[in-house]
Structures are given as C-alpha cells and as structure tokens.
C-alpha cells in the first residue's frame, strides 16, 4: 500500500494551513540551504517527485527549466498546485514515487522535497532516478533526518509541567514502518539511518556532491518552536549526481 495520508480530508485541511504551504519555499526552514545544492535549471528537464503543491516545480520554471513535471500519488495535492503554481511548462501527474516508470535519460535533474520518509523500498526509487536522469544529471533531495524518524513518536520528551527536556532517539539501527501522529493522524513513515541513503546512492551509481544537516533559517527564529530546531537536525539534504557517459 502506497502511503497518501494527503488525500485524508482532515489531514489535507491541517496540512494546507502550515505556513510551507500557504507561503511556499519563504516559509521553508531549510529552503535557505537547499536552494544552495541545487543546480542550473536554465534549459533542463526536470522531474519533482511528491511534488506536494508544486513550489519546487515553480521554482524550476521560474529558473529556466524547459520543461518541469511534478508528480504526486495525491490527487488533492495535484489539485492544489495547478491552482497555487501552474505554468505553460509545468506539468503534473498522479503518480506515486515507488511507480514512476519514465524512460532512459528523460531528465537532466531531478528533485525530492520531504518525500523519501515515506517511501518503503528507498533502493527501488534510486535506481529508477538513476534510469531516467541523462549522463551528468542531478539529484538532489532532502527527507526528515534520521535522528528525526528514528523512535517514532516524532515528538518531544517533556517532564510534568509540559516542558521540553529532550528528542528521543532509539532503535536508531531497527529500520523499517514507524507510526508518527502527525497533525491529528497517524502517519506511517519509514526510518532509515544516514548510511543507508548515502550508501544506497552510492550503489545505484550516484557521485555524492553534498550533504546538509541544515539550521533553521534565522530569519524564521521568530516562528513558534523555531528556536528549538537548533536541539536536534529535523532534515536531511543530500546532492548526487550522475556520471557522464565513460
């Protein structure tokens, strides 16, 4: 069963009230270190899987891409990013990550945004970015860190008097299905460790360019619970890339 939690109508109306999607990649703690791994989109074709409501994809067009697709297994999410961020070469597409069946070398980047930790068979997907980037493409993705994912609750530890003592972390090396109560729901994801997705890029042939465990914007330190980000990494960002032909 492919996880789509976003097709919930309780989730999908909490959801689209977080700042990230009423506001985009502004509001976005990491966006500010993400944008930095990402390549020159000017005349390249890009692919955005989990596109959610479309901000990377408009961030590509807007960039030069000459030709975007985001796909997506929700189809209130779709809906939500013809509507926030459409354009003449932006195309989206119900699709889930674990399905996509593009072929050889049909893009010259491709893109991931807090996607991954729903995906179960994390090899499966690599291998199939792998397949459908051109030589010398990217990859570039970030997911919630495993220090994140790793105990399940994805919640802080706190004492009698509702104060925050610490982020829990165990069974870090257990990986497989964790249960997170997410906005009212619970939300399956999967753990991975850190080794595990770098390894399984390096294995499917990817180059690792970069690595990010990043800090909240210090423009958003002001936001709510903002200041207790620096307590622990939520994200990981990861850059690959592709091998010219030898």
């Known amino acids: 069963m492919r996880e789509n939690k ?12 977080f700042p990230r999607s009423m506001e985009g990649l502004r509001a976005a703690g990491e966006w500010h270190e993400l944008e930095r791994l990402l390549p020159d989109f000017r005349g390249r074709r890009v692919l955005d899987l989990g596109c959610g409501f479309g901000w990377h994809c408009r961030y590509a067009a807007e960039h030069g891409a000459s030709r975007v697709v985001g796909a997506d297994i929700s189809a209130k999410m779709l809906e939500g990013a013809r509507a926030r961020n459409g354009g003449a070469n932006i195309f989206y597409e119900q699709t889930a990550m674990e399905d996509i069946g593009y ?61 925050i003592l610490h982020w829990p972390v165990d069974h870090y090396f257990m990986e497989g299905a964790r249960t997170a109560h997410f906005l009212g729901c619970d939300v399956t994801k999967y753990h991975k460790t850190v080794t595990t997705y770098v390894n399984t890029l390096l294995k499917a042939g990817f180059v690792l360019t970069g690595l990010v465990e990043p800090r909240p914007d210090p423009r958003l330190m002001d936001v709510p619970g903002m200041a207790d980000e620096l307590r622990r990494p939520m994200m990981l960002l990861v850059s690959a890339k592709k091998p010219d032909r030898i």
């Open 6 to 17: 976003y097709d919930d109508e309780r989730f999908f109306e909490a959801y689209s009230r």
């Open 103 to 163: 072929p050889p070398e049909s893009f010259d980047i491709v893109l991931s945004s807090l996607a991954f930790h729903y995906v179960e068979d994390f090899p499966a997907v690599c291998g199939k970015v792998f397949d459908c980037l051109a030589p010398s493409g990217d990859f570039v993705f970030s997911c919630e860190h495993p220090v994140f994912t790793a105990e399940g609750s994805q919640d802080w530890y706190c004492d009698s008097k509702g104060e």
